[in-house]
């Protein structure tokens, strides 16, 4: 059961211009939505995360849109750079009685920005 | 280096054999997740600590696999009679409780197995 998708395995952006990368959850009760990157050879690493009762967080070249009716998410980037290849996993987390419980990823986005 | 860390970075090993994983989370962190990953993936949950206490486990945790954490420090992840279909990026990650506003988890660099 694929809660968290993400329907495009790789995409290619010129340098400078905007990288779009998208998710979809399916699961109605996500609290926090967040984005990580991962190198090879490397453990993901945090970008930035969104609440589920927020619908923009920016973090410098970095924003998250998060639109709850349609069950869908967003990771804007601009510009982007050659060091922002690699590949972005979208994850969400649900929280209960007990606090935050696992994260959920989605396969993944192998993003190419071409010098 | 405080991050988390795993060992051994890669392990290739025969079909049949146990091999263990250790994982040294960020010292003040009290939950502890391991998650594996395969080719084409995202990482794929397997089970988490809350200090010593085995909160979850999912049911891609099979018999063969075990996950400790004594002491709540660091923690292992054993494989017995291991089989081809186990070779994979086996990842910890830690987080501290109070810091889960976001959710955010710290990974180590992964243990590759190789199943041969």
């Known amino acids: 059961d694929q809660q968290v998708k993400q329907n495009s395995p790789s995409l290619s952006v010129q340098e400078g211009r905007i990288s779009i990368l998208n998710c979809d959850y399916t699961n109605s009760m996500f609290d926090y939505f967040l984005w990580y990157k991962k190198y090879p050879a490397e453990g993901p690493t945090f970008l930035i995360s969104?609440?589920?009762?927020?619908d923009k967080n920016e973090d410098g070249r970095f924003t998250v849109f998060l639109n709850k009716s349609a069950k869908h998410l967003s990771l804007h980037i601009v510009p982007s750079q050659p060091g922002d290849s690699a590949v972005y996993f979208c994850a969400a987390i649900r929280r209960n009685s007990g606090g935050y419980q696992k994260v959920t990823f989605g396969i993944g986005t192998k993003l190419q920005v071409i010098p | 280096d405080t991050g988390v860390s795993q060992d051994p970075r890669h392990k290739i090993t025969k079909r049949g054999q146990n091999v263990t994983f250790r994982c040294d989370p960020i010292s003040e962190h009290n939950r502890l997740y391991w998650y594996r990953q395969t080719l084409g993936q995202g990482p794929e949950f397997l089970t988490y600590?809350?200090?010593?206490?085995?909160?979850?486990k999912s049911r891609l945790l099979s018999d063969r696999f075990s996950a400790e954490r004594p002491k709540g420090s660091f923690s292992t992840l054993e494989i017995q009679r291991t089989e081809q279909g186990d070779s994979a990026m086996y990842l910890c990650?830690?987080?501290?409780?109070?810091?889960?506003?976001?959710?955010?988890?710290?990974f180590g660099e992964g243990s590759r197995l190789t199943v041969l």
């Open positions: 600590f809350q200090n010593e206490a085995q909160l979850e």
């Open positions: 969104i609440s589920s009762i927020k």
């Open positions: 990650a830690s987080s501290l409780l109070a810091h889960t506003g976001t959710g955010e988890l710290f």
